[in-house]
């Protein structure tokens, strides 16, 4: 094992910024060093920090760890990643495995809360790591194990000490992503920052005065050019330095938290902001087809994102349909050309493109046609949340996705005329509407959101075909010990001739699985379209706001558990609103074989609380709820129609 002539510099490093910058008092940080950083020690600082009781609820928490990690080629587990300790000897002092990093971090989440940053600058990957890679000048984090070196039952009274509260799964080293070894089952614990994905080699450079990792290196230089309080962890990795042969990773549910801060920042719109490349006199923007772009669309430009909608924009441009890709456009100016910038610029969508319009049936003899057309002269489809709605009569019914219908005095309620609702025998909202202007507002911006997101697809009949998705209802299972509760498939797939039909039994859970015979390695996406509230809910992680690569959740020829066995996702729950005697949703899956970010995708229900049925949608509990490819995409849409559960007779 080659010796690390950069970790304690790194490690000195991240100390002196948290002192200098942040005014951490000493007294607060535990340090480990060269010999100090023994495996016994590494797992006691953990349970340190667990029963500190000085402590308090979301007090933001950094582990960092630079030094070398490994992986253990195959044992009854699967691949196990781990960290390295000073005193590790070959199949007798033993490394940590991410088993045991993970039951440890959850510990102190159970304690003081979720509000935890875990730092990793290693490496996992066995392969690689002797040879041309390193040199004099360059030293890679990683090293070779042996199966032997992570027995099955090593630290298992940790794993039992700190299970979190109703624990629903073992905890171990598969995932759906990257460094997944190291973001345990319960994802809501923590966000994990990574210097490579899975595959890639964590390294340092020896060329200066003191060596020190690339990782570290950049990161240390992000942080002390951003005020914290306007970053999150979704974009961080979006805004750090480019690192030469790695593409660091972020993990972990609350992404969108504000960095080191349990807040989280609310979007400047809904759209996403895009990044604009300025290359060859082209003006770039990081988004297509794939998220929703569309000819017509206007984006307004700024310098960056903390002067976004504040600042004087560098000027307006359009999306024309022929300059749609599938993940980039090329824009063009609206009128004058855009001011100057250097290289890069982000970009707020502030208009609508031509084919987002919302179409609704409003009978002319309606008592509420004026109402309608007022709104509709408002909702012209610009601004910062841009949507734009259009009345349509008779003639053209069949193409509209909702009816106005009269209710009470002053009242509305809405028609489902949207077909692929309809034809399961979905035809009514369960809200009766106040016509209050604003609450009207609010309801159709949200409705043209959900309708435009539920019917944008990607004909793709080659992932159509070789994806095969399987949707059960699971069974618990507990391991040998009788201690950990986990779930496996209990039933027959349910997803039978395209769609997924059953009675709901709000005592059931469900699962499912993704496996893939594309020839391709892919990244895959999942959504919960709720017809009966217009939410749209998240099942997996859809945030990918990074310049780096990421590792494929969806391998060529692998199979990927969702909810069950080794997901890091819990099961989904079901529930059908009161008074409905059948309801519909949509489980919505994009395939695609780059990084994209669908973050703008989700929201949640437009109508009140008051208005609001109790129950209602899917729901996945615990989830509220470069480029040298050719661009490879295309969406999966299978309507989930769900009954009351009949009572059966003797």
């Known amino acids: 094992m080659e010796k690390l002539s950069g970790a304690v510099p790194d490690a000195d490093a991240m100390s002196n910024y948290l002192r200098r910058d942040l005014k951490v008092p000493p007294d607060q940080i535990t340090n480990l060093r060269n010999k100090e950083a023994t495996r016994s020690n590494i797992i006691a600082a953990f349970e340190g920090l667990r029963d500190n009781s000085r402590i308090k609820h979301q007090d933001p928490i950094l582990i960092y760890y630079a030094g070398h990690g490994g992986e253990v080629p195959s044992n009854s587990k699967g691949k196990t990643q781990t960290l390295i300790p000073v005193d590790y000897v070959a199949e007798r002092i033993h490394p940590i495995p991410d088993r045991t990093v993970a039951a440890l971090i959850n510990g102190i989440s159970t304690r003081h809360g979720n509000n935890i940053t875990v730092i990793l600058d290693c490496c996992h990957s066995g392969s690689g790591t002797r040879g041309e890679e390193e040199t004099n000048k360059i030293t890679v984090r990683g090293c070779e194990l042996s199966p032997n070196d992570v027995p099955d039952d090593l630290d298992e009274h940790i794993c039992k000490e700190n299970l979190p509260p109703n624990a629903t799964a073992e905890y171990g080293t598969r995932g759906l992503s990257s460094a997944k070894g190291f973001a345990m089952k319960d994802m809501n614990s923590h966000i994990l920052l990574a210097a490579c994905s899975a595959n890639e080699l964590a390294r340092e450079d020896n060329h200066a005065k003191e060596a020190h990792g690339r990782f570290t290196t950049a990161l240390l230089e992000l942080l002390r050019s951003v005020p914290l309080d306007q970053i999150t962890y979704a974009n961080f990795l979006s805004r750090m330095p480019r690192i030469d042969g790695q593409n660091p990773q972020c993990e972990g549910y609350h992404r969108n938290r504000i960095l080191f801060d349990s807040k989280v920042r609310p979007p400047t719109s809904r759209h996403n902001i895009y990044e604009v490349k300025l290359e060859n006199k082209k003006c770039t923007l990081e988004g297509g087809r794939a998220h929703g772009i569309t000819d ?183 391991n040998n010990d009788g201690n950990e509760l986990r779930y496996s498939p209990g039933g027959v ?139 490879v995409w295309g969406t999966v849409l299978i309507p989930v129609i769900q009954k009351p559960k009949q009572e059966r007779r003797a």
């Open 296 to 478: 017509g669309a206007e984006f307004t430009l700024y310098r960056n994102r903390d002067v976004a909608l504040v600042d004087e924009p560098l000027g307006v441009m359009i999306a024309r349909d022929d300059k749609i890709n599938p993940f980039t456009t090329i824009l063009e100016p609206v009128s004058e050309a855009p001011e100057a910038f250097e290289n890069t610029a982000i970009a707020i969508q502030t208009k609508a493109g031509a084919s987002e319009d919302l179409l609704i049936y409003v009978p002319l003899e309606s008592q509420y046609m004026p109402l309608f057309e007022a709104i509709a002269r408002e909702m012209s489809g610009t601004g910062p949340d841009p949507c734009r709605i259009k009345l349509v009569g008779k003639a053209e019914k069949d193409k509209a996705k909702l009816k106005i219908v009269a209710a009470r005095k002053n009242q509305l309620t809405f028609k489902v005329l949207e077909k692929q609702a309809t034809e399961h025998g979905f035809t009514r909202m369960p809200y009766v509407i106040d016509t209050d202007v604003d609450d009207l507002h609010h309801i159709l911006r949200a409705a043209s959101h959900y309708h435009f997101h539920l019917n944008l697809d990607q004909q793709n009949d080659e992932i159509k075909d070789s994806v095969e998705i399987g949707f059960f209802p699971l069974k618990e299972d507990y």
């Open 493 to 631: 797939n349910m997803h039978r001739g395209g769609r997924i039909e059953y009675e709901v039994d709000e005592d059931t859970k469900y699962g499912m699985n993704i496996t893939n015979n594309t020839p391709w390695d892919l990244h895959f996406y999942v959504f919960y379209f709720e017809h009966a509230d217009f939410s749209i809910t998240a099942l997996t992680e859809v945030d990918a706001q990074t310049r780096y690569d990421k590792d494929y959740s969806l391998k060529q020829g692998s199979t990927v558990e969702i909810g069950h066995g080794n997901s890091s996702i819990p099961p989904f729950e079901c529930r059908i609103p009161e008074g409905l005697d059948l309801t519909i949703g949509f489980l919505k899956i994009y395939f695609i074989n780059e990084v994209v970010d669908l973050s703008h995708v989700p929201q949640i229900t437009p109508f009140s609380v008051s208005e609001t049925p109790t129950g209602g949608m899917l729901q996945s509990r615990g989830i509220k709820v470069v480029r040298k490819r050719s661009p």
